[in-house]
């Protein structure tokens, strides 16, 4: 039931994973277990319970708007795969 | 059959902050590339964000600037997609619980007051800038992460002009509230304009289509006034618009349709984990909302109700906030405060402006930058604000001519000398004792028998030949209406 909504060639796309068609089968039927263990929950009356996104009961945790040193420009381009012009170069981009 | 636009606007403003929003690099424009960086807004693994409170506070004061509910809870979401200048692969925004929603923007548009409504002005990062070469692009992160406010408005807007008074509205709200600096030139504030067209009359929407990227405001003007006729051209032939995403080529005055990807925008949100959400506290904002400034245009309709001041002289005093406020402590004590305005607006002004010329082509002749020039305005003058008030004042009495007035603001200028004592100094109390001038005005009647001929046999103007005479034998110190009436009794006796 579960495995019939999920399209993992279009989810693979979205997150820029090329599968092999027997890894697509493959994750295809294990997402289906895991998407399946989760629906458990759909079980559970969470009637009277506030969504939430976070289990950790902390709010505003925020810094002061200080300046903090930043990376000296070298470092900061040492793991580019290339640079130029202090420049992080990147395939062309085309919009 | 006639249609009409249905304009909505999505407007990014980076905010005012000195840091970043999840980290402590600077938040400034025009350092050399990829200085401003580290772990954090390069996406290092293993970092985390922590948010800047100023930010959080500034985009609570644009809620409350622009009417907005403020909602006791706002957290943050990654919105998921792949672009080299998004380093996380993610942008972290405001998706389903903004900080504010639902407020209101009003503004003057052809004489009337529009309304245009906010849904939201949620709290977000900037991206990195690309550079695009011939068979690479370079990015540089500088821009990453900087706090970036999106306001959004309701389809409220009808024409290309009422768009751009909005813009202008909403960016002189923001910098007055010190919100952000809105330097149009440094990028801080960008739209996508959402534009359809539908049959007057009729409620449904059309197809809506997206302009993108829009850096200025002359930019949406012109890109609307080509979209919207292009649009009613194209139903009126039968076309079927669909939704879609267009670019202004500001060079060839035209939008284009961009290709767009399928899927492009799927986002694939999901509660940032590495956020708390925010939960502003009453108090807090109860102080934040009594902090506030009065809003541009209602400073405006005071500044007309409580001076009678003429609406051009207001829109002025509210355009250039600081004359504004360099205005209302001492309008308050005026007895004349629409001649104050007057003199503020015209002469003060110019003066200002000739300083900062002369101090700019000072500056230059020794090679320096315009930055650090010493006089800055009005806050640089070197008389008190009081002063001007009592010169004003004095003219308003006939204790000085108008013109003598301006000789007087030119010393208080260079010396910052009292009004009072300048005219003392220089002798250029007006006269207005009958006597004197009577005395002047029989010299010049028997010196020029001409126009006084002319006068006698009617001819009105010849009045102000003899009237100069009178001036320039006070040496521009005699009150001038006295002169006229003085002249007239004696030349109609
Ligand atoms: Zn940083």
Known sequence: ?95 | MDYEAVIGLETHVQLKTRSKMWCGCPNQYGAPPNTHVCPVCLALPGVLPVANEEALRLTLRTGLLLQCEIPARAKFDRKNYFYPDAPKNYQLTQYDQPSTRNGHVEFEFNGTLSRVRITRAHLEEDVGKSTHFERHSGVDFNRAGVPLLEIVTEPDLTSADQTHAYLNALKEILQYGGISDCDMEKGMVRCDVNVSVRPCGTQALGAKIEIKNMNSFSGVRRALEYEIPRQIAAVRRGEKLVQSTRRWDDVAGVTEEMRSKENAHDYRYLPEPDLMPFEPAQDWLDNERASLMELPLARKQRLMREYQLPAGDAEVLKNNRALGDYYEPIARLSKNPKLLANWIINNLQARLVEIMEKEKTEQASLGLEPDEMKFTGLADLKFKPSDLLDLVEMVARGALSSASGQTVLAEMVASGKAPSAIVQSMGLAQVSDAGAIETLCDQAIAQNPNPVADYKAGKEAALNALKGQVMKLSRGKANPAMVGEILQRKLRG
């Open chain 1, 1 to 95: 039931m579960v495995s019939a909504n999920i399209d993992v060639a279009y989810v693979a796309q979205l997150a820029r994973i090329h599968l092999q068609p027997d890894e697509k089968q493959k994750l295809e039927s294990q997402l289906a277990q895991i998407l399946e263990y989760v629906e458990k929950l759909g079980a559970l009356d969470v009637s009277g319970m506030e969504p939430t996104a976070h289990a950790v009961p902390l709010v505003n945790i925020a810094r002061p708007d200080d300046l903090q040193p930043s990376l000296a420009h070298e470092d900061a381009l040492r793991n580019a795969p290339r640079q130029a012009g202090g420049l992080f170069i990147v395939p062309k981009i085309v919009e």
